[in-house]
């Protein structure tokens, strides 16, 4: 480890708290109505649709629109991926994605997880990038903060289970959110190299003598929303280890910003909207301590590098001229820290975007981005996902620490009984199930084997890996996995609609319940949620939570891997 | 070929997510311990 390295990752921390208020300000507004720069734009899209964004639904009528929209503009990219080769802006002739390809793609994009198990400079038509995958990459991204909103919204009022108005919701986010900070994001790419363009694939010489051929296109447009959403769906293979569309060290800076400004401006939304900013700052505070460990541990670990390098006579030492560490699977461009930094936010905020590939980190390196998806994909997490996990790991918090002291448990002056606690262990449960099944299922049966490149405890990783990130909608790949068959495609965009739906449905039920319940005022016997015991109670809670459910198959995968590469043994 | 496959299947998933909202919502007035809408 340097001291260069830790420099960049403590302005990355600075610059993550110095955005969570004025993103939070900014996301406030856009959703309580106040904020209406683009008014006639809105309107007419409220008239085109047939929306009155006044009408305030009751949470089955919010979750019943949010699952109308996902599945319709869900089925509309599968038939557009399929019908691909016949439809215009597809200058190479791309020809129609296969069927489970474009089944798991229109499932992996609706649902915010943008797992590709193609390579996008030689799958998908211009046309595909840019209406289908960059459609989806803002609306999913404003239906996960809507839903958020919403469960602020549940917690904050007492309205009879109504928690705005979905529609409403994903129009202003989309249009106020998303779409202007993208387009000043894209612009300021485009000035650090990233490309922006329609032009034809270009052939060039390398300095070997080589013949290469550089893929073109609207990446800038892209990458912008691909961080901004935690999307992370790359427009090359490469994702963002590509040089066009991360091509230097403040591009790579400002997509970490990027992936955390919104999650981290949530917190703060939040507080506001609760009338509780000490609350919001807890429940940042919580994520960070999370953050930091995480960042700590992988870049410990890939400093440290592998044992077997040097007992092979590698240097692993840092110098002026030699990063030392691991090395492997990551860009000299960005180096060891930016590559443990990088991995650390990509996977804690359900983003997936990469600029190093994780298979290729030390088993403990490798640990982190894992469990970080594993926790629920809650350290700031997906844009609006983020929170609800979040808040229904406190909610989980005042029921435990109610139960400690024998007294009915309430959250911000709502009292927590046994419905909102079935929603929240609805929400807690269905994650690891959904992962855990996946991946048993795949360990034993023959087309789940197949699919493996390594053997041992690092093919379960790459196996488990493959389960976490869709199940968590991040869509990262730990690699080595081939995922292009009929029988991981198809379970793979399973987990991704699983993990995003059945976990909304129990949250947004859980706004709803809330919204019934009258605010009472704290007593003596409330457990205050503003307090550094509230945050150790709830960190232990998540770690807890994490722990139980997948301690035994990470000490099958990555641990088990790690004390075998101290004997010297890899695979 | 597999086309009708995979678009009823995605159906059918979000079919079988508008039931689970229901089922939330009974479970949710089981569990009401009394305090209804306002």
Known sequence: MTANGWLQILVFAAVTLAVTKPAGLYILRVYDGSFRWLGPVERVIYRWCGIDPEDDQHWTRYAAGLLLFSAVSMLVTYVALRLQGSLPLNPFHRAAVADRQAFETAASFTTNTNWQSYAGETTMSYLSQMMQLAFHNFTSAACGVAAAVALARGVARRSGGRIGNFWADLIRGTLYLFLPLSFVLALVFVQQGVIQNFASYVTVHTVEGAKQVLAMGPVASQEAIKQLGTNGGGFFNANAAHPFENPTPWSNFLSMAAIFAIPAGLTYTFGRMVRNQRHGWALWAAMFVLFAAGVTTAYWAEARGNPIHAARGVDVVATATNPGGNMEGKEVRFGIANSALYATVTTDASCGAVNAMHDSFTPLGGLVPLVNIQLGELIFGGVGSGLYGMIVMAVLTVFIAGLMVGRTPEYLGKKIQSREVRMAMLYVLIFPAVILLFTAASAVLPQGLAGLNNAGPHGLSEMLYAFSSVTGNNGSAFAGLTGTTYYYNTLLGLGTLFGRFAMMVPMLALAGFLSERKTVPDSAGTFPVTTPLFVVLLLGVILIVGALTFFPALALGPLVEHLLMGLGKVF | ?38
């Open chain 2, 1 to 38: 070929m597999l086309d009708v496959v995979y678009i009823v299947l995605t159906l059918g998933f979000f079919a079988l997510m508008v039931a689970y909202v229901r089922g939330c919502e009974r479970l949710g007035r089981e569990g009401g311990e009394g305090e209804g809408r306002p």
